[in-house]
């Protein structure tokens, strides 16, 4: 067995698959959440947001391992609460991790952070973020990052890295696919924006689990992801 590990988030789309994946490796898993959207004897749920210190430590308290993949839904565009959770709530986290002695934590971010408006093709991650990010969302996921990074620097840790998927696709995808789906339905898919050229990154939801759980495992003092970033893309080249 290993762990015991926390995933915040984890009753979120991402974080169900994450916690899946992690328990077919032999995890001791626990999920941390707002809210609890399924079942299953081997992994503890604590209900509680993630601003709030005092909650975060009655489920961290004996982990090793947090990964961070939990956020308002970007469509939500409600600027308080989005600063509220990804800046604030991520700072409580990383206090918390300290606190608890975590020594790793991985960071779900966005690929979105480096998004000006512009085609970006094969960018790796030294491409600078976004000078106008394109909504809160975003605007509050570069400060997320940059506060996690930074903490991975620092003495006190925990170390750290951020993952930066694009869109992501599955099973019980409650948002892209459906969307997409709907949208046909209504015959609104009838138009070609551009020359139809355009690219743009998805990642089956089942890589995008593996590259976390990787960077987890790879996560150690002198490690060259320590306090980095990683595009997501080289999982999907890795493991397509
Ligand atoms: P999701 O909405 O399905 O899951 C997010 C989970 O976070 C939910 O279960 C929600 O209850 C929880 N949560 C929200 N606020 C919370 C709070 N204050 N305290 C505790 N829990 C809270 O989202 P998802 O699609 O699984 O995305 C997971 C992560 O991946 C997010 O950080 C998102 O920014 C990132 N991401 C997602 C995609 C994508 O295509 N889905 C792409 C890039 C990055």
Not at 25 to 54: A, I, M, N, P, W
Not at 80 to 94: A, C, D, I, P, S
């Amino acid at each position: 067995m290993k762990g015991p590990c926390v995933v915040i988030g984890g009753s979120g789309f991402l974080g169900h698959h994450l916690v899946e994946g992690l328990l077919l490796r032999d995890y001791v898993v626990r999920v941390f959440d707002l809210r609890q959207s399924f079942h299953d004897d081997r992994v503890t749920f604590f209900l509680g947001d993630l601003c709030e210190k005092q909650a975060l430590i009655a489920a961290l308290t004996g982990a090793t391992l947090v990964f961070h993949c939990a956020s308002p839904p970007p469509s939500s565009n409600d600027r308080n609460l989005f600063y509220r959770v990804n800046l604030l709530g991520t700072r409580t986290v990383l206090q918390a991790c300290r606190e608890c002695g975590v020594q790793n934590l991985v960071l779900t971010s966005s690929a979105s952070v480096i998004y000006e408006g512009k085609d970006i093709r094969n960018a790796s991650e030294d491409v600078p973020y976004a000078r106008t990010p394109m909504d809160y969302y975003t605007e509050t996921k570069i400060l997320q990052e940059k506060e996690v990074l930074h903490a991975g620097s620092s003495k006190d840790g925990p170390l750290t890295v951020a993952i930066r998927p694009h869109g992501i696709f599955g099973p019980r995808d409650p948002q892209l696919v459906p969307v997409l789906v709907r949208a046909a339905q209504k015959g609104q898919m009838k138009f070609i924006i551009g020359d139809g050229k355009n690219v743009v990154d998805f990642t089956y939801v089942d890589n995008v689990v593996l590259g976390h759980i990787l960077a987890a495992e790879t996560l150690e003092e002198g490690s060259p992801i320590c306090g980095k970033i990683d595009m997501m893309i080289h999982w999907c080249q890795l493991h397509a």
